[in-house]
């Protein structure tokens, strides 16, 4: 049973959808009404660091943090993920302690490991749809929707996640859990 389309979901793309945006992608969804649908893809981890985006934040030496390809839209912008009890100001929350934008000073207290238990990813454009796509693209079958888990999110091995899900949904979709990105190479 797919779960309504609202913010705080995943879009888990189906192993049908060939839209290389999108091929084996889940998507957050951040943002989802009449005006249309925003939301990052969490599993797609680029080659950059953060400190090559955001060069005016210190960084802690060896912290691992990488810039993540949130989707196809404004890929010059950068679009920041948080998690925190205390959700920072300026920021749109998504689900369970989870938002979207907030300070910078947030960004600056993790990177450099200030002691909080705060964490965020960032994201190199996002992922959108204007009115009624996203609704077109679920009647097709190009998404599997489910509730968000931020443990997905943030703590999980991204390129990791689209199989794992999978593995959750049951006999029809265990065998392309660990499908190749290009099925030729199959």
């Given at each position: 049973?797919?779960?309504?389309l ?9 192993p ?5 945006n ?9 943002e ?9 893809v ?31 839209v ?20 998504v ?10 000073n ?24 204007g009115?009624?796509?996203l609704?077109s ?8 929707t ?11 091995d991204?390129t990791?996640?689209w199989?794992e ?7 029809e ?6 499908m ?7």
């Amino acid at each position: 049973m797919q779960t309504p389309l609202r913010k705080g979901i995943f879009l888990v793309a189906a192993p049908s959808l060939r839209d290389p945006n999108f091929r084996q992608s889940v998507v957050l969804l951040c943002e989802h009404g009449p005006e249309g649908a925003l939301g990052v893809v969490v599993n797609r981890p680029t080659a950059m660091s953060i400190s090559e985006a955001l060069p005016q934040v210190p960084i802690l030496e060896g912290s691992g943090h990488v810039l993540y390809a949130g989707g196809p839209v404004q890929t010059n912008q950068v679009m920041l993920l948080f998690r925190a009890e205390q959700l920072p100001e300026n920021s749109h929350h998504v689900f369970d302690g989870v938002c979207l934008g907030g300070d910078m000073n947030m960004v600056e207290r993790i990177l450099t490991g200030a002691g909080t238990k705060e964490s965020f990813r960032a994201y190199l454009g996002y992922s959108g749809w204007g009115p009624g796509q996203l609704e077109s693209e679920m009647k097709t079958g190009s998404w599997i929707t489910l509730p968000a888990d931020p443990a997905m999110v943030f703590e999980k091995d991204p390129t990791c996640v689209w199989g794992e899900i999978l593995l959750t949904l049951g006999d029809e979709y265990r065998h392309y859990a660990d499908m190749p990105f290009d099925p030729s190479y199959n």
